[in-house]
């Protein structure tokens, strides 16, 4: 068992020192040996095993290399800013990369310890200090100015837990009292006699109808916070010892407890079969016990403890006895010390179902479905839970304290660690060392995540989706997880805490074992009435914008929970809506890819057409530091017509208009096929660990019959387009590296020596000519002939777009533009990188990196095999002593659709239907005559106007020609967005009218399909 509990003793002051040693949750009181109900046998598990010394001794836990202040980053956290020529990837991050040469670690390791150098601290006498904290709790730089102290309350006890209630501030102390207080005057209200012992938890239900206390004995009150009345007596006819923690269900008025016995136990206080009369035989104060009450032949048993205060405890209106099959025996391996209740924390469950969560003394966290129906052990009970996950079965530290926000999971633990999980991922994402102490409290509020320790600090810790600053604004993103604040905020061991809103004042509230609870206002971080959020916006809107309000900036390690509260939106967002989710792992250092599905009406399934939806939800970084943007990028703004936000086109708002396109057809009940969305996280970082999540999870998706995605824009702001061709891409770094060290020119140079910058300038030098012809063998081998029907398509856009900005023309020569983008591949050199610092040198190492851009008809590996071989032949040629290493860093094929299959005729007519009379309606009247592929539609009744633009792009997106090859399906691709929408720019835009015609094309499309 975990060694929690002799800090807990501690704690309660010295008026309980003299008590059994059960009163304070010792380890080896009698009440833990006795727990057995009369006539049912408590079972051990076979594999029990009891844990000593707080952890197992063959378990790492991450706090034993954590110097003070750090933060041990977890899994998915420690994801470098994406650059295919970073010469630090994790290995996992480099897809089809042969390793890094010597001369690139030689720079890389420079820089780490460039990195590593010390930061100038400013003079002692200019350095913040703080007379009540005696030195820093930790050397983390954390400031530690405190927040100002409204009110001190005092008590003649320790104060080991706090719930706060819309006027008063309950506490419950060691002398087994709830003390009250009126949060606005901060005047005694009233202290109540609740229990015989120390009070070790106070809940408080959600409408605040209930005020539940339990304490260092078997029976748990229920109390009115507004009269103060007992409501309810409820007690256990287990010998539990003390009940550590009690969680409410409002949704099944069920109660909840956790014990020193390891168990969790439950009743609903609408049983009425619960009811029992005050003098009840199974009563704690009256049943035999086992061991107090034994005694031998002749002999007399133990007298019944009495105190004074005994009598001031009030009756209650109603007693209720637990039933002794409401009980999930050793829930864990250690005492419970802590739970609560949590609306559809995980996607394992529903969005609006409560699931209980424990945390215990064997260092485990467990998630627990809650049911009406009775545990197979005994049918006659009300209620069940069943386990749903269990996270940090690796490390027995005691689990002290817990919060929750979302999906996420925050876990106070001993030696101030606080560990964030992901409960739809199962994965640890961080840990941080907040405090020396041991986490004794923790409040998810205010956008930030409040915490207590034994040392009597106090700390706030910003958190994912909020971050702003005194004045409401955007906070540096980098202090995610950061220490914002830690003061001393008692000379004692803090025990317990609560937030509260009164007046306009945000308050944190302590409360230590110096029996005083503190009062401490925090005021300056927006509350979630600041959202905006109009009543009568349209829920796609409203959607969008909470979307858009996730930083999930993917090539930013500062994101990485960004991008998963984004993703846990979105999945909640797809279920709420009617579809089945999952959160696909990519494995490594990647974001979760999402995957929803959405069931056809049509009987039998075998029959039905099955639709994959791509699209991603990350974003590329939004520079605030200028004032280029006009608005939040992360704040969605409607002004003129369009929504501005980072992301708004690329690629949230094509998303969303899919999904409510398909929450249109369920609603109409015409939804006959199955729509199947997969939306990654890492897209703009080169979708790292996109194909073997899909490949990993194929069974899962079934088959598809086709690919559907919206990731581009039109070519002006006026005439709709259909994508149908983009090109691949390859990274290559070239390095050459010398068996000498970096010299000094003067000293070392001759021209006996061959230097490696000389050598890969003259080696770059042979891959394009004059012209920019690339002048690798069999570079251009391959490459589809232009056909009549395309040459004509090019024709046609070319006159479209000089007859709306004449600047573009000549007609040819915009046309030669287009093809020369879109359908012929180059070869660009993006930059040089050299070893040793800025001089007179003669660098070791030289590196320049490569891109190349490919057409349909080249194949990357053999386009890979050419360039290495030509690079290899012409080095040779110079005799160098020196040494070549060409690395492969990304690659993405090219894609090339078929304008005339049936998935982009049905596409083309829903564009047609959709823009109507509309900006279509214009191209006509200017008399464009467009080239159509051939069978256009099959349509009954075909819109009367001019049909979309079939363009090709210069881009590249990876998963389209990959899950086009990987399912055996067409794919086709629609751009939702104007060419000014400034998609990766500052004021990233998307027309309303553009979302709301997007949402009615997909609407079409996959009722057709």
Same mark, same amino acid.
């Given at each position: 068992?975990?060694?929690?509990?002799?800090?807990?003793?501690?704690?309660?002051?010295?008026?309980?020192?003299?008590?059994?040693?059960?009163?304070?949750?010792?380890?080896?009181?009698?009440?833990?040996?006795?727990?057995?109900?009369?006539? $049912?046998?408590?079972?051990?598990?076979?594999?029990?095993?009891?844990?000593?010394?707080?952890?197992?001794?063959?378990?790492?836990?991450?706090?034993?290399?954590?110097?003070?202040?750090?933060?041990?980053?977890?899994?998915?956290?420690?994801?470098?800013?994406?650059?295919?020529?970073? $010469?630090?990837?994790?290995?996992?991050?480099?897809?089809?990369?042969?390793?890094?040469?010597?001369?690139?670690?030689?720079?890389?390791?420079?820089?780490?310890?460039?990195?590593?150098?010390?930061h100038v601290l400013p003079p002692p006498e200019t350095r913040p200090t703080m007379t009540s904290l005696q030195g820093r709790e930790l050397d983390d730089g954390c400031p530690d100015s405190a927040p100002d102290q409204l009110q001190e309350l005092r008590h003649d006890g320790s104060v080991l837990t706090i719930a706060v209630s819309e006027k008063y501030i309950f506490a419950g102390t060691s002398k087994g009292e709830i003390a009250i207080w009126s949060l606005g005057t901060y005047q005694p209200v009233q202290t109540i006699q609740a229990h015989k012992r120390s009070v070790l938890c106070l809940v408080l239900s959600e409408d605040q109808k209930y005020l539940f206390s339990s304490a260092c004995e078997p029976i748990i009150g229920v109390w009115c916070p507004k009269t103060f009345a007992r409501l309810y007596e409820i007690y256990s006819t287990y010998d539990v010892g003390d009940v550590f923690s009690i969680a409410y269900s409002a949704q099944r008025e069920t109660l909840y407890l956790g014990t020193q016995t390891q168990d969790i136990q439950w009743v609903s206080l609408k049983d009425p079969t619960r009811k029992v009369s005050y003098d009840s035989a199974n009563h704690p104060d009256k049943r035999h016990h086992r061991f107090f009450d034994s005694r031998a032949v002749g002999g007399t048993s133990t007298p019944r403890r009495t105190e004074e205060h005994y009598a001031l405890i009030p009756k209650a209106a109603t007693v209720l006895e637990i039933d002794s099959g409401a009980i999930r025996q050793y829930a864990h391996y250690g005492w419970v010390f802590c739970m609560l209740i949590a609306k559809g924390p995980t996607v394992l469950g529903d969005p609006e179902e409560e699931v209980l969560i424990s945390g215990g003394g064997d260092g485990t966290i467990k998630l627990w479905?809650?049911?009406?129906?009775?545990?197979?052990?005994?049918?006659?009970?009300?209620?069940?839970?069943?386990?749903?996950?269990?996270?940090?079965?690796?490390?027995?530290?005691?689990?002290?304290?817990?919060?929750?926000?979302?999906?996420?999971?925050?876990?106070?633990?001993?030696?101030?660690?606080?560990?964030?999980?992901?409960?739809?991922?199962?994965?640890?994402?961080?840990?941080?060392?907040?405090?020396?102490?041991?986490?004794?409290?923790?409040?998810?509020?205010?956008?930030?995540?409040?915490?207590?320790?034994?040392?009597?600090?106090?700390?706030?810790?910003?958190?994912?989706?909020?971050?702003?600053?005194?004045?409401?604004?955007?906070?540096?993103?980098?202090?995610?997880?950061?220490?914002?604040?830690?003061?001393?905020?008692?000379?004692?061991?803090?025990?317990?805490?609560?937030?509260?809103?009164?007046?306009?004042?945000?308050?944190?509230?302590?409360?230590?074992?110096?029996?005083?609870?503190?009062?401490?206002?925090?005021?300056?971080?927006?509350?979630?009435?600041?959202?905006?959020?109009?009543?009568?916006?349209?829920?796609?809107?409203?959607?969008?914008?909470?979307?858009?309000?996730?930083?999930?900036?993917?090539?930013?390690?500062?994101?990485?929970?960004?991008?998963?509260?984004?993703?846990?939106?979105?999945?909640?967002?797809?279920? $709420?809506?009617?579809?089945?989710?999952?959160?696909?792992?990519?494995?490594?250092?990647?974001?979760?890819?999402?995957?929803?599905?959405?069931?056809?009406?049509?009987?039998?399934?075998?029959?039905?057409?099955?639709?994959?939806?791509?699209?991603?939800?990350?974003?590329?970084?939004?520079?605030?530091?200028?004032?280029?943007?006009?608005?939040?990028?992360?704040?969605?703004?409607?002004?003129?017509?369009?929504?501005?936000?980072?992301?708004?086109?690329?690629?949230?708002?094509?998303?969303?208009?899919?999904?409510?396109?398909?929450?249109?057809?369920?609603?109409?009940?015409?939804?006959?096929?199955?729509?199947?969305?997969?939306?990654?996280?890492?897209?703009?970082?080169?979708?790292?660990?996109?194909?073997?999540?899909?490949?990993?999870?194929?069974?899962?998706?079934?088959?598809?019959?086709?690919?559907?995605?919206?990731?581009?824009?039109?070519?002006?702001?006026?005439?709709?387009?259909?994508?149908?061709?983009?090109?691949?891409?390859?990274?290559?770094?070239?390095?050459?590296?010398?068996?000498?060290?970096?010299?000094?020119?003067?000293?070392?140079?001759?021209?006996?020596?061959?230097?490696?910058?000389?050598?890969?300038?003259?080696?770059?030098?042979?891959?394009?000519?004059?012209?920019?012809?690339?002048?690798?063998?069999?570079?251009?081998?391959?490459?589809?002939?232009?056909?009549?029907?395309?040459?004509?398509?090019?024709?046609?856009?070319?006159?479209?777009?000089?007859?709306?900005?004449?600047?573009?023309?000549?007609?040819?020569?915009?046309?030669?533009?287009?093809?020369?983008?879109?359908?012929?591949?180059?070869?660009?050199?993006?930059?040089?990188?050299?070893?040793?610092?800025?001089?007179?040198?003669?660098?070791?190492?030289?590196?320049?990196?490569?891109?190349?851009?490919?057409?349909?008809?080249?194949?990357?590996?053999?386009?890979?095999?050419?360039?290495?071989?030509?690079?290899?032949?012409?080095?040779?040629?110079?005799?160098?002593?020196?040494?070549?290493?060409?690395?492969?860093?990304?690659?993405?094929?090219?894609?090339?659709?078929?304008?005339?299959?049936?998935?982009?005729?049905?596409?083309?007519?829903?564009?047609?239907?959709?823009?109507?009379?509309?900006?279509?309606?214009?191209?006509?009247?200017?008399?464009?005559?467009?080239?159509?592929?051939?069978?256009?539609?099959?349509?009954?009744?075909?819109?009367?106007?001019?049909?979309?633009?079939?363009?090709?792009?210069?881009?590249?997106?990876?998963?389209?020609?990959?899950?086009?090859?990987?399912?055996?399906?067409?794919?086709?691709?629609?751009?939702?967005?104007?060419?000014?929408?400034?998609?990766?720019?500052?004021?990233?835009?998307?027309?309303?009218?553009?979302?709301?015609?997007?949402?009615?094309?997909?609407?079409?499309?996959?009722?057709?399909?």
């Open positions: 068992m975990a060694h929690a509990a002799p800090d807990l003793a501690s704690c309660l002051g010295s008026d309980h020192m003299s008590r059994k040693k059960e009163d304070f949750g010792a380890g080896g009181g009698s009440e833990v040996q006795n727990q057995e109900t009369p006539g $049912r046998a408590r079972l051990v598990p076979q594999k029990f095993v009891w844990r000593l010394a707080g952890r197992r001794s063959s378990s790492y836990s991450p706090a034993d290399d954590l110097a003070d202040g750090e933060m041990a980053v977890g899994v998915p956290v420690l994801r470098a800013c994406f650059d295919p020529w970073r $010469r630090d990837h994790p290995e996992d991050d480099r897809d089809g990369h042969e390793g890094r040469c010597q001369g690139c670690s030689k720079i890389s390791k420079a820089r780490e310890v460039a990195d590593r150098l010390p479905r809650l049911s009406d129906d009775a545990p197979d052990h005994d049918d006659g009970v009300l209620g069940d839970i069943e386990e749903m996950m269990t996270l940090g079965d690796d490390d027995s530290e005691s689990i002290m304290s817990m919060a929750i926000d979302g999906s996420f999971l925050y876990a106070g633990k001993l030696r101030g660690i606080i560990e964030l999980w992901d409960l739809d991922t199962k994965q640890k994402l961080r840990v941080i060392k907040a405090h020396n102490g041991n986490v004794n409290t923790l409040k998810m509020s205010f956008g930030l995540l409040w915490s207590g320790a034994t040392g009597g600090s106090a700390s706030k810790h910003s958190t994912v989706h909020y971050g702003r600053d005194k004045n409401g604004l955007p906070q540096n993103v980098s202090q995610k997880y950061q220490c914002l604040s830690r003061w001393k905020a008692h000379d004692a061991k803090i025990l317990s805490s609560a937030a509260a809103t009164y007046e306009n004042d945000q308050l944190f509230i302590t409360g230590a074992n110096d029996n005083t609870v503190r009062v401490w206002r925090v005021n300056g971080m927006p509350t979630q009435a600041e959202q905006e959020v109009g009543g009568s916006e349209n829920m796609m809107i409203t959607s969008l914008r909470e979307f858009v309000s996730f930083k999930t900036i993917s090539s930013r390690p500062e994101f990485t929970e960004d991008c998963r509260k984004g993703a846990t939106y979105l999945g909640s967002l797809f279920k $709420r809506l009617g579809a089945e989710v999952e959160m696909l792992s990519t494995g490594g250092l990647h974001n979760p890819v999402v995957f929803a599905k959405f069931s056809g009406k049509l009987e039998p399934a075998e029959k039905r057409k099955r639709i994959l939806f791509y699209g991603h939800y990350d974003v590329v970084p939004a520079d605030m530091k200028g004032d280029n943007w006009q608005t939040d990028p992360f704040k969605l703004e409607g002004r003129d017509g369009y929504l501005y936000g980072r992301g708004v086109s690329d690629n949230k708002g094509p998303i969303i208009a899919a999904l409510y396109a398909v929450s249109d057809l369920l609603q109409a009940k015409v939804l006959d096929s199955d729509i199947i969305f997969v939306i990654e996280g890492e897209e703009e970082s080169g979708s790292r660990g996109f194909q073997e999540a899909i490949r990993s999870h194929k069974h899962l998706i079934g088959h598809v019959d086709y690919v559907l995605l919206a990731n581009s824009y039109w070519l002006d702001d006026e005439v709709p387009c259909l994508t149908y061709g983009l090109r691949g891409v390859l990274h290559a770094t070239v390095c050459i590296d010398s068996k000498y060290p970096d010299l000094h020119s003067g000293v070392d140079g001759s021209n006996l020596l061959s230097e490696p910058l000389t050598d890969l300038t003259l080696l770059l030098s042979k891959l394009k000519d004059s012209k920019n012809h690339v002048k690798i063998p069999g570079f251009y081998d391959g490459i589809l002939p232009l056909t009549d029907e395309e040459d004509q398509r090019y024709d046609d856009i070319a006159s479209i777009l000089i007859r709306r900005n004449p600047s573009h023309g000549p007609v040819e020569a915009l046309k030669r533009s287009l093809m020369a983008r879109w359908r012929e591949p180059n070869l660009t050199i993006h930059r040089y990188n050299v070893s040793g610092p800025d001089g007179s040198l003669i660098s070791s190492h030289a590196t320049a990196n490569v891109s190349v851009r490919l057409v349909p008809g080249q194949e990357v590996e053999n386009v890979i095999d050419a360039l290495k071989t030509y690079l290899q032949d012409e080095y040779a040629k110079f005799g160098s002593d020196n040494t070549l290493t060409v690395s492969i860093d990304n690659k993405a094929e090219p894609w090339l659709g078929v304008p005339g299959n049936y998935i982009f005729r049905t596409l083309e007519e829903a564009v047609m239907r959709a823009w109507a009379g509309g900006v279509a309606g214009a191209q006509e009247k200017e008399g464009a005559t467009v080239a159509l592929p051939s069978k256009a539609t099959d349509g009954q009744d075909r819109p009367k106007t001019r049909k979309p633009l079939y363009i090709r792009e210069g881009g590249s997106i990876p998963p389209i020609r990959f899950l086009e090859k990987e399912f055996n399906a067409p794919a086709a691709h629609l751009p939702c967005g104007q060419a000014s929408d400034a998609a990766h720019l500052d004021n990233e835009r998307l027309r309303v009218l553009n979302l709301v015609k997007s949402r009615e094309i997909f609407s079409t499309v996959f009722r057709k399909l």
